[in-house]
């Protein structure tokens, strides 16, 4: 069981927007950065959000992040079918005194 | 650009120790500004974080593996490896190496910038 709390799976069509929660607690993210990766099949995750809601370069804009209390929420908008991944979030915890992250979560574009 | 490249053995025998080498190019291990790091993923399953190498030369291991693993760097050679003892099948999973960029230096605000493509060991007899 993941300290960080996501959705195991979302759908959503083409060109709609689709948000991926995570949740945790005051020892993670309510007190650190909470990132986000995206993992294709077979492949090294990737960042794609840090810092809450900073893109690294070369990231589409249509990827977000939000952060409110001990929970977080990546939104990507205008869904494409090569968006289709897996998501994970990620934070130190305090607590732990180490990172955590997310059980992940199954993007499908339907 | 930063590079990250994994390598050892793919096929380990239980109660022996894995060994990984991360070799590292386009940026150094005694860089002030980032951190490494090892991550493992199981067939099918979610990442879980392993441990981290500060530029300092110390560390800081997942409390569910601490008794069995270590973590070190080679800085003349620009690596860093991973040695996790006492491997059981639970142990077989892809291992990532990765670099840990910095909200600012010692800070808990971090996160995993770039990634190895990752090895698979597994563990059996």
């Known amino acids: 069981q993941s300290v960080l709390t996501q959705p195991p799976s979302v759908s959503e069509a083409p060109r709609q927007r689709v948000t991926i929660s995570c949740s945790g607690s005051?020892?993670?993210?309510?007190?650190?950065?909470v990132n986000w990766y995206q993992q294709f099949p077979g492949k090294a995750p990737k960042l794609l959000i840090y810092y809450d809601d900073l893109l690294p370069s070369g990231v589409s804009g249509r990827f977000s992040g939000s952060k409110s209390g001990t929970s977080a929420s990546l939104a990507i908008s205008g869904l494409q079918s090569e968006d289709e991944a897996d998501y994970y979030c990620?934070?130190?915890?305090?607590?732990?005194?180490?990172?955590?992250f997310g059980g992940g979560t199954k993007l499908t574009v339907l | 650009q930063v590079q990250l490249q994994e390598s050892g053995p793919g096929l380990v025998k239980p109660s022996q120790t894995l060994s990984l080498t991360c070799t590292v190019s386009g940026d150094s291990i005694s860089s002030p500004y980032y951190y490494w790091s090892w991550i493992r993923q199981p067939a099918g399953k979610g990442l879980e974080w392993i441990g981290l190498?500060?530029?300092?030369?110390?560390?800081n291991y997942n409390p569910s593996l601490k008794s069995r693993v270590t973590i070190s760097g080679d800085p003349s050679k620009n690596q860093f490896s991973l040695n996790l003892n006492s491997v059981t099948a639970a142990d077989t999973a892809v291992y990532f190496c990765?670099?840990?960029?910095?909200?600012?230096?010692?800070?808990?605000?971090?996160?995993?910038?770039?990634w190895g493509q990752g090895i698979l060991v597994t563990v059996s007899s």
């Open positions: 005051s020892s993670n993210i309510g007190n650190n950065a």
């Open positions: 990620a934070a130190w915890d305090d607590y732990l005194n180490g990172v955590v």
């Open positions: 190498l500060y530029s300092s030369g110390s560390t």
């Open positions: 990765a670099r840990v960029g910095l909200a600012a230096a010692g800070d808990n605000h971090n996160w995993f910038d770039a």
